[in-house]
Every structure is written in structure tokens, then in C-alpha cells.
């Protein structure tokens, strides 16, 4: 997978409005947190929408509404909307920014500021920094989901969307102004032909005994995969996101920087991993990383811990084969993790200030709460999207992974969705902030200059609270 970065930003009027991968899992940029090296899990059939630009695409109605999004697969949803809906009677007017180099957020804020006709009427945020837009500055844009027509409290409950992405998207006043139409839960992703090298089982039942629950448990998994030659993650990264997604508390607590006691606790476990070898050491989104998938690594790697969009366009893309046989392809499960957590994710908002809310809220509607055949949700779960034979997705609403089939290839046929759907509810989303991008950017490289011996732990917290000090608005004690 080729890093892709747009170095340019410009702004092109072009005659059609982009088409979204969608459920053929070509774009996976939503799913990207924006702290991580920018939009790597994307795959090069994607690379249009890395350039920062202006689309206008025409539905043939006469009145227009605004769509603001980082990648085209937003916009794409919403074209497969229309044309279920051919009477809907609205132009789609489409800006698409990358968030490559953060292009994106001082835009999209200049545009709510600005307001008037060409304001956005429905605009999008990924987990890196949406509760800018639901609770923190910007939020004062977004419109409360009950104000579009919508029946909250019954479709959350008809649609069994998971508690972490509901208390994301509620802004302080209680109102629900954004839901994602993914689920980002994410479950342990592991390699079955080591597990049988090692346990003499692939089971994902089994394997969720061997690696947790806990990092006690986990750990003395490594010690039994590191005496038969094997790693049991790839790097440190590879366990992160499961330690942020999974504290209590956020890096900010009452206006001053906070370090919950299980994310100070990463130093340890990277510094474990490490000392003890338990890993190949690399970064996550570098090409030693992506070796591992393909079991090309200094040594044999059992997984990654991660949601389905990292299987589907991060890991497959990445695995040395297309069909099962070929590289790792087909040698993969998914388990229990040992903590819940989830990671990534693209959260939908309306403006309080539209003037076609009805409108604005079908189509909100019909991407994150329609649990029918006929929306979003369904398509998306079952790789229909885009006709038959697409890429299957975890998806927002539980009700439709339980009704769907989840089995792929990938996994050995595994039904992915019998993981998944418990994950979403492990995760937690109290545990976020609008200024997790830039903390995390710093937590990460101070945690890394522990682990190599160049700084002691103390100097590491230290020289992580002066950067926060430094460069944000929060107090340090």
C-alpha cells in the first residue's frame, strides 16, 4: 500500500459528484484516525480522494443541498440514496477535503461560521476530532437528530446502535446531533495456522482464553508464542488503541491535561514488549508493519487488534494474496480482545441552521438508523452497496449484523459479525476529547523514546507535559 500524500489543496468544480467505495471496501479513509500518519489505510484505487477539492454533483432537482466530507464515501452513500429515492427533488452540492496536513477542520469551521447559502447542510467528522462538532468548540453548529423528524429514543432501540458511538454523538445539553454508520468495535485479529502451531486450536472461543481477558493473561500468552519462535503483535501501536479506547477517563479532565492510570500504563506494556522481545518492533502504518501481515517479518506475528475496516482495507489489501492459498489470505480469525475498546469511525451532522432539515434527516436517517433491506445499514453489512460481491462491513446497528451474513473469506469463513456485535458493546466513548489528534501524537512518540532507552519514565511524562503545555490551551500541573 502505497502512502498517499496530497501536498496540494485545490479546488476543482467537477461535472459529477464523486461515487463512494462504499460496501466495495476501496476507501477506508473514514476509518483513519487523524493522529496516525495521514489516511494510510486508503488503497491506491482511492487516491482521488486524497486531493483536497470542491465537487458539485447534480441530482436533477431543483433546490440544493450542502455535503461536506474528507473522503467520498459519504457523498458516495448519498448518491445510492437518490437513486432509491429518484423523487427526492434535491441537488447535492459535495465539498471534499482531505485531512491530509489538517486541510480539513479550519475549512469546514470557516464554512459553519460563514453560514448562508453556501454553508453545509450535512457535514462529517472521524473519531480524531469529532467532539469538537458534538461537544466541544464547534458544536454549537449541529442540529439535534429529534429536530430532523427523527424518532430518537425508538430507532436507536430498533437499530440496537452501540452505547460508545450514541455518547459521542450527544452534545451537553443531552441532545443527539451525530452517529456513525459503522461500528468500530474492535476484537483481536489473529493468524489461525499459529494458534495451531501453538495451542493446537484456531477457535476463536479458545484463542479469547489464551490472550485475555486482561494483560495479565495476554502476556503470558506472548511468553508461550515467543518459545515457539513467534511474535503476538506486530509493535507497539498494535496495542494502543485498545489501551486509550478503553480508560476511563480522557486526556482532559476539567480543563487540565489527565493521564489515566491505564494509559500511563502503556509505557509499561510497550517497554514489556519490548524488553522481552514479544514483537517484531515496528510503527504502525510503515512497511514493516504491513510485512507482518503478510508473515514476511523478522518473525511470525499472531495479530492485530483492530475493527472490521482494518481487515477489510487494511489487512487484505496487505496480506500477499487475493484468494485463500495466497499469502496469509484465509488464515485469519477474529476473537474476543482482551479489554474493549473500538478505534476510528465517521460520525454525520446536519447544520441547526438548514433550511431543508426534513430532507436533511431522511437521509441521516437512512444511512445510520434504517435497519430495512433497503438501507444503507443492510447494503452496507452485506457488501451490496454496489451490487452483489462486495466487501462486507461491521455496521453501526447490531440489529442488522444479527440479521446478516458476516462470513468472509479473509477469516476462513468466519462469520465476523458474532465478534463484532459484542465488541461494539465493550467499547466505551466517554473517554474522548476534541484534542486527542495532537495528545496522542505526543504520547505516542514520548512512549517510544522510553521504550528505546533514550529517555528514563519519568523524563518521558515530563517532556509529554511540557508539549501539551506548550502548544495547547490546557492546564498542565
Same mark, same amino acid.
Given at each position: 500500500?502505497?502512502?498517499?500524500?496530497?501536498?496540494?489543496?485545490?479546488?476543482?468544480?467537477?461535472?459529477?459528484?464523486?461515487?463512494?467505495?462504499?460496501?466495495?471496501?476501496?476507501?477506508?479513509?473514514?476509518?483513519?484516525?487523524?493522529?496516525?500518519?495521514?489516511?494510510?489505510?486508503?488503497?491506491?484505487?482511492?487516491?482521488?480522494?486524497?486531493?483536497?477539492?470542491?465537487?458539485?454533483?447534480?441530482?436533477?432537482?431543483?433546490?440544493?443541498?450542502?455535503?461536506?466530507?474528507?473522503?467520498?464515501?459519504?457523498?458516495?452513500?448519498?448518491?445510492?440514496?437518490?437513486?432509491?429515492?429518484?423523487?427526492?427533488?434535491?441537488?447535492?452540492?459535495? #465539498?471534499?477535503?482531505?485531512? $491530509?496536513? *489538517?486541510?480539513?477542520?479550519?475549512?469546514?469551521?470557516?464554512?459553519? !461560521?460563514? &453560514? +448562508? /447559502?453556501?454553508?453545509?447542510?450535512?457535514?462529517?467528522?472521524?473519531?480524531?476530532?469529532?467532539?469538537?462538532?458534538?461537544?466541544?468548540?464547534?458544536?454549537?453548529?449541529?442540529?439535534?437528530?429529534?429536530?430532523?423528524?427523527?424518532?430518537?429514543?425508538?430507532?436507536?432501540?430498533?437499530?440496537?446502535?452501540?452505547?460508545? #458511538?450514541?455518547?459521542?454523538? $450527544?452534545? *451537553?445539553?443531552?441532545?443527539?446531533?451525530?452517529?456513525?454508520?459503522? !461500528?468500530? &468495535? +474492535? /476484537?483481536?485479529?489473529?493468524?489461525?495456522?499459529?494458534?495451531?502451531?501453538?495451542?493446537?486450536?484456531?477457535?476463536?472461543?479458545?484463542?479469547?482464553?489464551?490472550?485475555?481477558?486482561?494483560?495479565?493473561?495476554?502476556?503470558?500468552?506472548?511468553?508461550?508464542?515467543?518459545?515457539?519462535?513467534?511474535?503476538?503483535?506486530?509493535?507497539?501501536?498494535?496495542?494502543?488503541?485498545?489501551?486509550?479506547?478503553?480508560?476511563?477517563?480522557?486526556?482532559?479532565?476539567? &480543563?487540565?491535561?489527565?493521564?489515566?492510570?491505564?494509559?500511563?500504563?502503556?509505557?509499561?506494556?510497550?517497554?514489556?514488549?519490548?524488553?522481552?522481545?514479544?514483537?517484531?518492533?515496528?510503527?504502525?502504518?510503515?512497511?514493516?508493519?504491513?510485512?507482518?501481515?503478510?508473515?514476511?517479518?523478522?518473525?511470525?506475528?499472531?495479530?492485530?487488534?483492530?475493527?472490521?475496516?482494518?481487515?477489510?482495507?487494511?489487512?487484505?489489501?496487505?496480506?500477499?494474496?487475493?484468494?485463500? &492459498?495466497?499469502?496469509?489470505?484465509?488464515?485469519?480469525?477474529?476473537?474476543?480482545?482482551?479489554?474493549?475498546?473500538?478505534?476510528?469511525?465517521?460520525?454525520?451532522?446536519?447544520?441547526?441552521?438548514?433550511?431543508?432539515?426534513?430532507?436533511?434527516?431522511?437521509?441521516?436517517?437512512?444511512?445510520?438508523?434504517?435497519?430495512?433491506?433497503?438501507?444503507?445499514?443492510?447494503?452496507?453489512?452485506?457488501?451490496?452497496?454496489?451490487?452483489?460481491?462486495?466487501?462486507?462491513?461491521?455496521?453501526?446497528?447490531?440489529?442488522?449484523?444479527?440479521?446478516?451474513?458476516?462470513?468472509?473469506?479473509?477469516?476462513?469463513?468466519?462469520?465476523?459479525?458474532?465478534?463484532?456485535?459484542?465488541?461494539?458493546?465493550?467499547?466505551?466513548?466517554?473517554?474522548?476529547?476534541?484534542?486527542?489528534?495532537?495528545?496522542?501524537?505526543?504520547?505516542?512518540?514520548?512512549?517510544?523514546?522510553?521504550?528505546?532507552?533514550?529517555?528514563?519514565?519519568?523524563?518521558?511524562?515530563?517532556?509529554?507535559?511540557?508539549?501539551?503545555?506548550?502548544?495547547?490551551?490546557?492546564?498542565?500541573?
Amino acid at each position: 500500500m502505497k502512502k498517499l500524500i496530497a501536498s496540494i489543496l485545490c479546488a476543482c468544480m467537477i461535472s459529477s459528484l464523486l461515487i463512494g467505495c462504499g460496501g466495495d471496501g476501496g476507501n477506508a479513509a473514514t476509518n483513519e484516525p487523524a493522529n496516525e500518519p495521514a489516511n494510510e489505510t486508503e488503497t491506491d484505487d482511492a487516491a482521488t480522494t486524497e486531493q483536497a477539492a470542491d465537487s458539485t454533483g447534480s441530482t436533477g432537482g431543483g433546490e440544493v443541498i450542502n455535503v461536506w466530507a474528507f473522503t467520498d464515501e459519504v457523498p458516495g452513500m448519498i448518491e445510492k440514496y437518490i437513486e432509491a429515492h429518484p423523487d427526492f427533488g434535491y441537488e447535492i452540492n459535495t #465539498t471534499i477535503i482531505a485531512t $491530509t496536513d *489538517g486541510a480539513y477542520q479550519p475549512a469546514l469551521d470557516q464554512a459553519l !461560521a460563514a &453560514g +448562508g /447559502a453556501d454553508a453545509p447542510d450535512i457535514y462529517c467528522a472521524e473519531a480524531a476530532f469529532v467532539l469538537k462538532y458534538t461537544q466541544g468548540d464547534a458544536s454549537q453548529y449541529a442540529m439535534p437528530y429529534a429536530d430532523l423528524g427523527i424518532d430518537v429514543p425508538a430507532a436507536l432501540e430498533a437499530a440496537d446502535i452501540a452505547q460508545y #458511538t450514541v455518547d459521542i454523538g $450527544t452534545n *451537553g445539553d443531552g441532545n443527539l446531533v451525530a452517529l456513525g454508520y459503522q !461500528a468500530t &468495535g +474492535g /476484537a483481536f485479529i489473529y493468524r489461525r495456522s499459529i494458534a495451531q502451531d501453538v495451542w493446537g486450536t484456531d477457535d476463536p472461543a479458545e484463542i479469547a482464553k489464551k490472550v485475555g481477558p486482561g494483560w495479565d493473561q495476554f502476556f503470558t500468552a506472548a511468553e508461550e508464542l515467543k518459545a515457539k519462535g513467534y511474535g503476538i503483535v506486530s509493535g507497539d501501536g498494535d496495542i494502543w488503541h485498545a489501551v486509550e479506547n478503553s480508560s476511563d477517563a480522557g486526556w482532559i479532565v476539567d &480543563g487540565k491535561l489527565n493521564i489515566d492510570p491505564k494509559r500511563e500504563e502503556f509505557l509499561d506494556l510497550s517497554k514489556k514488549l519490548k524488553d522481552n522481545g514479544y514483537h517484531n518492533d515496528t510503527q504502525d502504518w510503515q512497511d514493516a508493519w504491513f510485512a507482518d501481515m503478510k508473515g514476511e517479518g523478522e518473525k511470525g506475528i499472531l495479530g492485530f487488534f483492530g475493527p472490521a475496516w482494518l481487515i477489510n482495507y487494511t489487512m487484505a489489501p496487505n496480506c500477499g494474496g487475493e484468494a485463500v &492459498g495466497e499469502g496469509t489470505y484465509g488464515d485469519w480469525a477474529v476473537c474476543e480482545p482482551p479489554i474493549g475498546f473500538f478505534w476510528g469511525g465517521t460520525w454525520i451532522m446536519a447544520n441547526k441552521d438548514t433550511q431543508k432539515a426534513e430532507a436533511v434527516g431522511d437521509i441521516i436517517e437512512w444511512i445510520t438508523l434504517d435497519c430495512t433491506e433497503d438501507g444503507l445499514q443492510y447494503k452496507w453489512a452485506n457488501g451490496t452497496l454496489n451490487g452483489e460481491g462486495g466487501t462486507k462491513d461491521a455496521v453501526a446497528s447490531g440489529t442488522v449484523m444479527s440479521t446478516s451474513d458476516g462470513s468472509v473469506d479473509f477469516l476462513g469463513g468466519q462469520n465476523m459479525f458474532e465478534a463484532f456485535v459484542p465488541a461494539n458493546q465493550f467499547a466505551k466513548g466517554t473517554n474522548l476529547t476534541q484534542y486527542d489528534e495532537t495528545i496522542n501524537t505526543y504520547w505516542r512518540d514520548q512512549v517510544r523514546e522510553y521504550t528505546a532507552g533514550n529517555k528514563s519514565r519519568e523524563q518521558a511524562i515530563a517532556d509529554f507535559k511540557q508539549q501539551v503545555a506548550d502548544n495547547l490551551d490546557v492546564i498542565v500541573e
